[in-house]
């Protein structure tokens, strides 16, 4: 069975422009979270969606937006990109959210540059 | 709200030798899960173990095992005979129903050989 795929693993971006990161989950995972790692802040949640719809959310702001489509793969978009975004991005999915089945599986993650 | 704590910011331990990673939590949850995480330099986050928080029974993968403490809520991961191919941050992590995972700030294990 295939693992978490994310792409791109490595993206460099200007200040200002946006970027969009994918994420296919493992096959039959409805769940998907996305997860921000820097050294500073170490991992802080961005957002979770099960069956295309967001079902909890971190405390980020409005630049961070995400989407789940029908085959449960994942988008996350980052407009007006910052310096401070630049991070590890985590993708990781579930079969459900909480519960039996919740132990999360992560891909190897977008490495995000913002110059 | 749900907070995980991990004391140790750094570890280090002899190859075959046994090391104990600590973490505790905060929450008032009753049903939860907890899950030690392993990233290596790889940066993948593999998951090492997990346990029940209705269960009693300590949680046990091959070399790794935990000592749960519920009513102290402490979780703590034992790495028995370690190897190089340890060495890594370890995350703690909880979860209950419904909730996103909540990580420690993570332990970074050193393995001499």
């Known amino acids: 069975k295939a693992g978490v795929t994310q792409t791109p693993r490595y993206l460099i971006k200007t200040r200002g422009q946006q970027v969009t990161l994918s994420c296919s989950p493992i096959s039959g995972h409805r769940s998907v979270s996305w997860y921000q790692q820097t050294p500073g802040q170490g991992l802080q949640f961005l957002f979770e969606?099960?069956?295309?719809?967001?079902?909890n959310k971190g405390n980020f702001p409005g630049r961070f937006s995400g989407r789940q489509f029908s085959n449960s793969r994942s988008e996350m978009n980052v407009s007006t990109l910052e310096l401070g975004d630049s991070a590890l991005y985590l993708c990781?999915?579930?079969?459900?959210?909480?519960?039996?089945?919740?132990?999360?599986?992560f891909g190897q993650g977008t490495r995000l540059t913002v110059v | 709200a749900q907070t995980v704590t991990q004391s140790q910011p750094e570890m280090s331990v002899q190859e075959a030798e046994t090391v104990t990673l600590s973490c505790t939590y905060d929450t008032s949850e009753s049903d939860y899960y907890l899950f030690w995480y392993k990233q290596p330099p790889s940066r993948q986050m593999i998951l090492v173990i997990r346990q029940e928080a209705y269960k009693q029974q300590n949680a046990t993968e091959n070399r790794f095992s935990v000592n749960f403490q519920k009513a102290a809520k402490s979780f703590s991961l034992k790495i028995s005979d370690s190897q190089l191919g340890d060495a890594a941050m370890y995350f703690c992590a909880y979860r209950s129903a419904g909730k996103a995972l909540v990580f420690g700030k993570g332990t970074k294990l050193t393995v001499n050989p």
């Open positions: 990781a999915s579930s079969l459900v959210v909480g519960g039996q089945g919740a132990e999360a599986f």
């Open positions: 969606y099960f069956s295309e719809t967001q079902r």
